[in-house]
Each structure stands twice: as structure tokens, then as C-alpha cells.
């Protein structure tokens, strides 16, 4: 149950009586089972003068405002709540309910408007339209605060992730402006290369960020096709067969003739090449990397598994692992480029096929990441 604060302002003392008689015994029930019970606790001013001092000190959820009053009348309170920005809703009571006054207190930010005068039913009907409405606000600027919250937490870690590489290259730069280098080009080489290397690291993450919000604003443009998740996985598997050799680690590829999905050739191979880079990247040398796709059980789709012998992880870092911008941090990682991306990406991608992700770890034994992918 929850209570709204209802601010009834009117220089009638009748009417302020009669108002809160009604509402007092009264409860709006929202719900398909109507077990969401509002009820209301019910203040009132005899002015508008005395209605903008009290919302001043506590603005009310609901402000029940007469039209005619000495002193301040409702469209000058109608006004100033607006100029204030009170996040309070407005019923307008008067006995001057003609069309050109509704459309007046509209513009100064009514919600309504109840005709004086106006049975107890009335009155019901009244609250419960402004509740509804009332409610449907409310949710509407938390979404909003919760958007700016995540925008703005989004382009903190952004910055934070840009901020390290570029300070590197500038300090690559630097040298080479300098003449810190010296005059050696094998050196002044070096000094070029690992500035390459953190410009690499910035373009990944910035088409990381593109994928991520076109897929989740749903504008990514699809071209969807008969595919063989066999020659996908394949093709994967060869970009990165140099860097597992350098490092003695084999990968075994195990799957039918013919695994045929009909899906975007992007984004599949997104989803191979983050689970096989990965399983490459924190495997350990000389280790195992097995790439298994098999009919998914008792549903049309296939089962895509990506097991390694790396340095597995932790069960809270299991947890956090599908979050974006989140990276595994230890000193077996440190030295591991990423952009903490990719497997928020790959879910993502994996939910557009009606399945999802999902993953099991053991420190220093390693990790298994198995994707589903509904035909």
C-alpha cells in the first residue's frame, strides 16, 4: 500500500471539508487482481498564497487547486508551480469549466480540470484518472534520472579506458619530438610499435562501443543468410592460429560436416573470434583450446562451446564477467589487452538468437563458455 500526499486549496471551508471526508475513506486499486491499494493523506490551504508556502517547505504528490480565489487565483498558483518546476499534478476545481479556461490551465500545467459542482463520484473519478497519470510520471522521471545515471557512469569508465592508452601514445610521441630515442631507427621503431599497439587497443574499443549500442538500440543493419557455423569457426580458428602456435597452444576443432543457421555472417563471426581470442589470450602455454558445436537439445539451434586449460577465474569474477567495460584483474591478466566488451557483446548477440551465454570456471584449471544460437 502507498500513500500520496493530496493538497486540497480552496477558501471554502465546506468544500476543503467535504474534499477530504471523501478521499480520507477512499483508496485507487491499480493491479489485473487490484491488490495495489493508493491511498491518500490529505492536507489543505485556504489560499494560493498558503498553498505555494506549503509547497515550498513539502511539494505535494496531488494539488487540488479552485479556480477563484481572493488573492492569488488558481492560474497564478497554476503558474507558479510551473516557473518553480514542482513535481506536483494539478487538478483544476471551478465553476467556470468552459473550454477556452480548461485549455488555459493545460497550458500552465493542469492536468485536469473538475466542474464545480461535483458529486463524491465525481470526485473519485477525478483521483483516480490523476493517480494513474500521477503514477505513470513518477515512473517516467525515474527512468529518465536512471538514463542520465548510466550515461553519465558510461562515459566515466569510457574516459578512464581512452585516458591510459592516450597518455601513452603521447608519451610515445613525446619521445620521438624529444629526440629521447636517439638517433638509433631500430629504437625510434620500437618506440613507433608500441605506440601502434595502444592505437590498435583504442580503434578495438571504439568498434566494441558501436556493436554494443547498435545492438542494443536495435539500428544494427542485419543480413541474414543461410550460414555454416563449421566454415565460421574455421575461419576464426585460422586468425588466431599464429598467436596460439607462438605460444605452443593447440586448438581442436569439433563439429559436424554441416552445422547450417541462418543468421548474420558479422555477427557470428563476432561471437566466434571473442570466445576463441579469449580462450587463446588467458590460456596458459603449451595449453588446449577445444571449439565444439553440436545440435542444441529438444530445440532447432546448434550449442557452441569454447573450453581452455587457462588461468580460469573466480566465482565473483564469474559473476560480473557479461558486464560491460568489466576485465578480470590479477597479476595473471595484467599484461592481457581488452576492452571488457567482447562477452557483453557476444551475449547480446546470442539473446538476438533466442538463447544466451553462459560459462564455468575454475581457477587454474580454466574456463568453458557454451553459447546457444536458436535457428
Keep these: 500500500m502507498e500513500t500520496l500526499r493530496v493538497l486540497v486549496v480552496d477558501d471554502e471551508t465546506g468544500m476543503r471539508l467535504a474534499v477530504s471526508r471523501v478521499l480520507n475513506t477512499y483508496s485507487v486499486r491499480l493491479g489485473e487482481s487490484g491488490d495495489e491499494a493508493i491511498t491518500f493523506a490529505i492536507e489543505s490551504a485556504e489560499s494560493g498564497e498558503d498553498a505555494l508556502d506549503r509547497m515550498a517547505a513539502s511539494v505535494p504528490d496531488i494539488c487540488l487547486l479552485d479556480m477563484k480565489m481572493p488573492g492569488m487565483s488558481g492560474l497564478d498558483v497554476l503558474q507558479e508551480i510551473m516557473q518553480r518546476k514542482y513535481d506536483t499534478l494539478t487538478v483544476m476545481i471551478t465553476a467556470y469549466a468552459t473550454l477556452e479556461m480548461a485549455i488555459e490551465a493545460t497550458k500552465r500545467g493542469a492536468h485536469d480540470v473538475l466542474p464545480k459542482p461535483f458529486t463524491p463520484d465525481d470526485l473519485r473519478v477525478a483521483m483516480r484518472r490523476a493517480v494513474r497519470h500521477y503514477l505513470i510520471q513518477r515512473e517516467a522521471r525515474r527512468l529518465a534520472a536512471e538514463k542520465r545515471q548510466v550515461r553519465f557512469q558510461f562515459i566515466s569508465v569510457l574516459g578512464h579506458e581512452l585516458k591510459a592508452p592516450l597518455a601513452a601514445v603521447e608519451g610515445f610521441l613525446q619521445i620521438l619530438k624529444d629526440g629521447t630515442a636517439g638517433h638509433d631507427p631500430a629504437v625510434a621503431a620500437r618506440v613507433i610499435d608500441r605506440a601502434l599497439v595502444r592505437t590498435e587497443g583504442m580503434r578495438k ?40 602456435a607462438g605460444r605452443g597452444i593447440a586448438i581442436q576443432l569439433h563439429a559436424p560436416d554441416r552445422a547450417l543457421l541462418v543468421g548474420d555472417r558479422g555477427e557470428l563471426d563476432i561471437i566466434f573470434n571473442n570466445l576463441v581470442s579469449n580462450a587463446v589470450k588467458y590460456n596458459r602455454d603449451d595449453g588446449r583450446v577445444d ?60 539473446q538476438l538468437y533466442g538463447g544466451d551465454v553462459r560459462v564455468e570456471s575454475e581457477p587454474g584449471v580454466g574456463s568453458a563458455f557454451t553459447v546457444t544460437l536458436r535457428a
Design 205 to 244: 574499443l571504439i568498434v566494441d562501443l558501436l556493436n554494443l549500442t547498435r545492438i542494443e538500440s536495435g539500428q544494427k543493419r542485419r543480413d541474414l543468410a543461410e550460414n555454416d557455423l563449421r566454415e565460421v569457426a574455421i575461419a576464426s580458428i585460422e586468425t588466431i592460429t599464429a598467436s596460439a
Design 291 to 350: 571449439v565444439t558445436i553440436a545440435p542444441e537439445d529438444g530445440t532447432p539451434g546448434w550449442r557452441i562451446r569454447v573450453a581452455d586449460t587457462g588461468i580460469g577465474m573466480s566465482p565473483d569474477d564469474v559473476s560480473r564477467l557479461f558486464q560491460e567495460f568489466f576485465r578480470v584483474k590479477n597479476d595473471q591478466t595484467r599484461h592481457i589487452a581488452g576492452t571488457g566488451l567482447g562477452l557483453s557483446i557476444v551475449r547480446k548477440l546470442a
